[in-house]
């Protein structure tokens, strides 16, 4: 079972949309989750660091739900620049990240 | 304020040759990351270092060598280049707690090894 798993997509949405990624972790132990926003042929960027209470960020809303181990991302209002690649991403132990393979968004007129 | 850079920008070398990527930060932090990414992998750790002179194995190490002799500085060392290195590489830096804080990233490097 890999670390960090995502639906891989793509997900077609219009614009003004509401679409939902979620992602599952395997290290019970993680502490620190994020969503990190890759566009095509550019390095990853942060999107937004994901609480346990949940955090909003604009149109964006993280989740992450420890019982269950996953993590969620929420984009309304859905922009043609929002079209990129979401990398979910998880500490393995204190000094090291796993990436997620990503799930890809595009957004069209 | 540059952030993170890397040089160069896209390399072709031919198998069994060797070459050296640098990665640079001014940002003065502590952590320093090479990935590789391919296509349908993700981003899979090479190298990493804690701080200055420190270096330690990620999840895919073998054929790869690093050194950090200046802390904003973070080399890594193909010795012998083989297609399956054929890639795009991150370089990535964070503060003072590693895991937990953001991770900056360089433009990467496209490397082709023929």
């Known amino acids: 079972r890999k670390e960090v798993e995502q639906d891989p997509g793509p997900f077609n949405v219009p614009e003004g949309a509401t679409v939902a990624f979620n992602c599952t972790y395997s290290?019970?132990?993680?502490?620190?989750f994020f969503w990190y926003r890759q566009d095509c042929r550019k390095e990853p960027k942060l999107l937004m660091s994901?609480?346990?209470s949940g955090n909003e960020d604009g149109r964006f809303t993280a989740q992450l739900n420890r019982a269950s181990q996953y993590i969620s991302l929420l984009i309304r209002d859905s922009k043609l620049s929002d079209s990129a690649t979401y990398l979910c991403?998880?500490?393995?132990?204190?000094?090291?990240?796993?990436f997620g393979t990503g799930t890809r968004l595009q957004v069209f007129p | 304020n540059a952030g993170v850079t890397q040089t160069p920008k896209f390399r072709v070398l031919k198998t069994g040759q060797s070459m050296t990527l640098l990665c640079a930060q001014d940002?003065?932090?502590?952590?320093m990351y090479w990935y590789r990414q391919d296509p349908g992998m993700g981003l899979r750790l090479i190298h990493y270092?804690?701080?200055?002179?420190?270096?330690a194995k990620g999840e895919v190490p073998d054929g790869y060598n690093v050194s950090r002799l200046k802390k904003q500085n973070f080399l890594l060392g193909l010795e012998s280049a083989a297609p399956s290195q054929t890639s795009v590489y991150f370089c990535?830096?964070?503060?003072?707690?590693?895991?937990?804080?953001?991770?900056?990233f360089g433009p990467g490097t496209r490397l082709l090894v023929l």
């Open positions: 994901v609480y346990s």
């Open positions: 270092s804690v701080g200055e002179g420190t270096t």
């Open positions: 990535a830096s964070s503060g003072l707690t590693g895991a937990g804080e953001t991770q900056y």
């Open positions: 290290n019970s132990a993680s502490q620190s």
């Open positions: 991403v998880v500490n393995s132990d204190p000094d090291k990240l796993i």
């Open positions: 940002m003065n932090h502590e952590y």
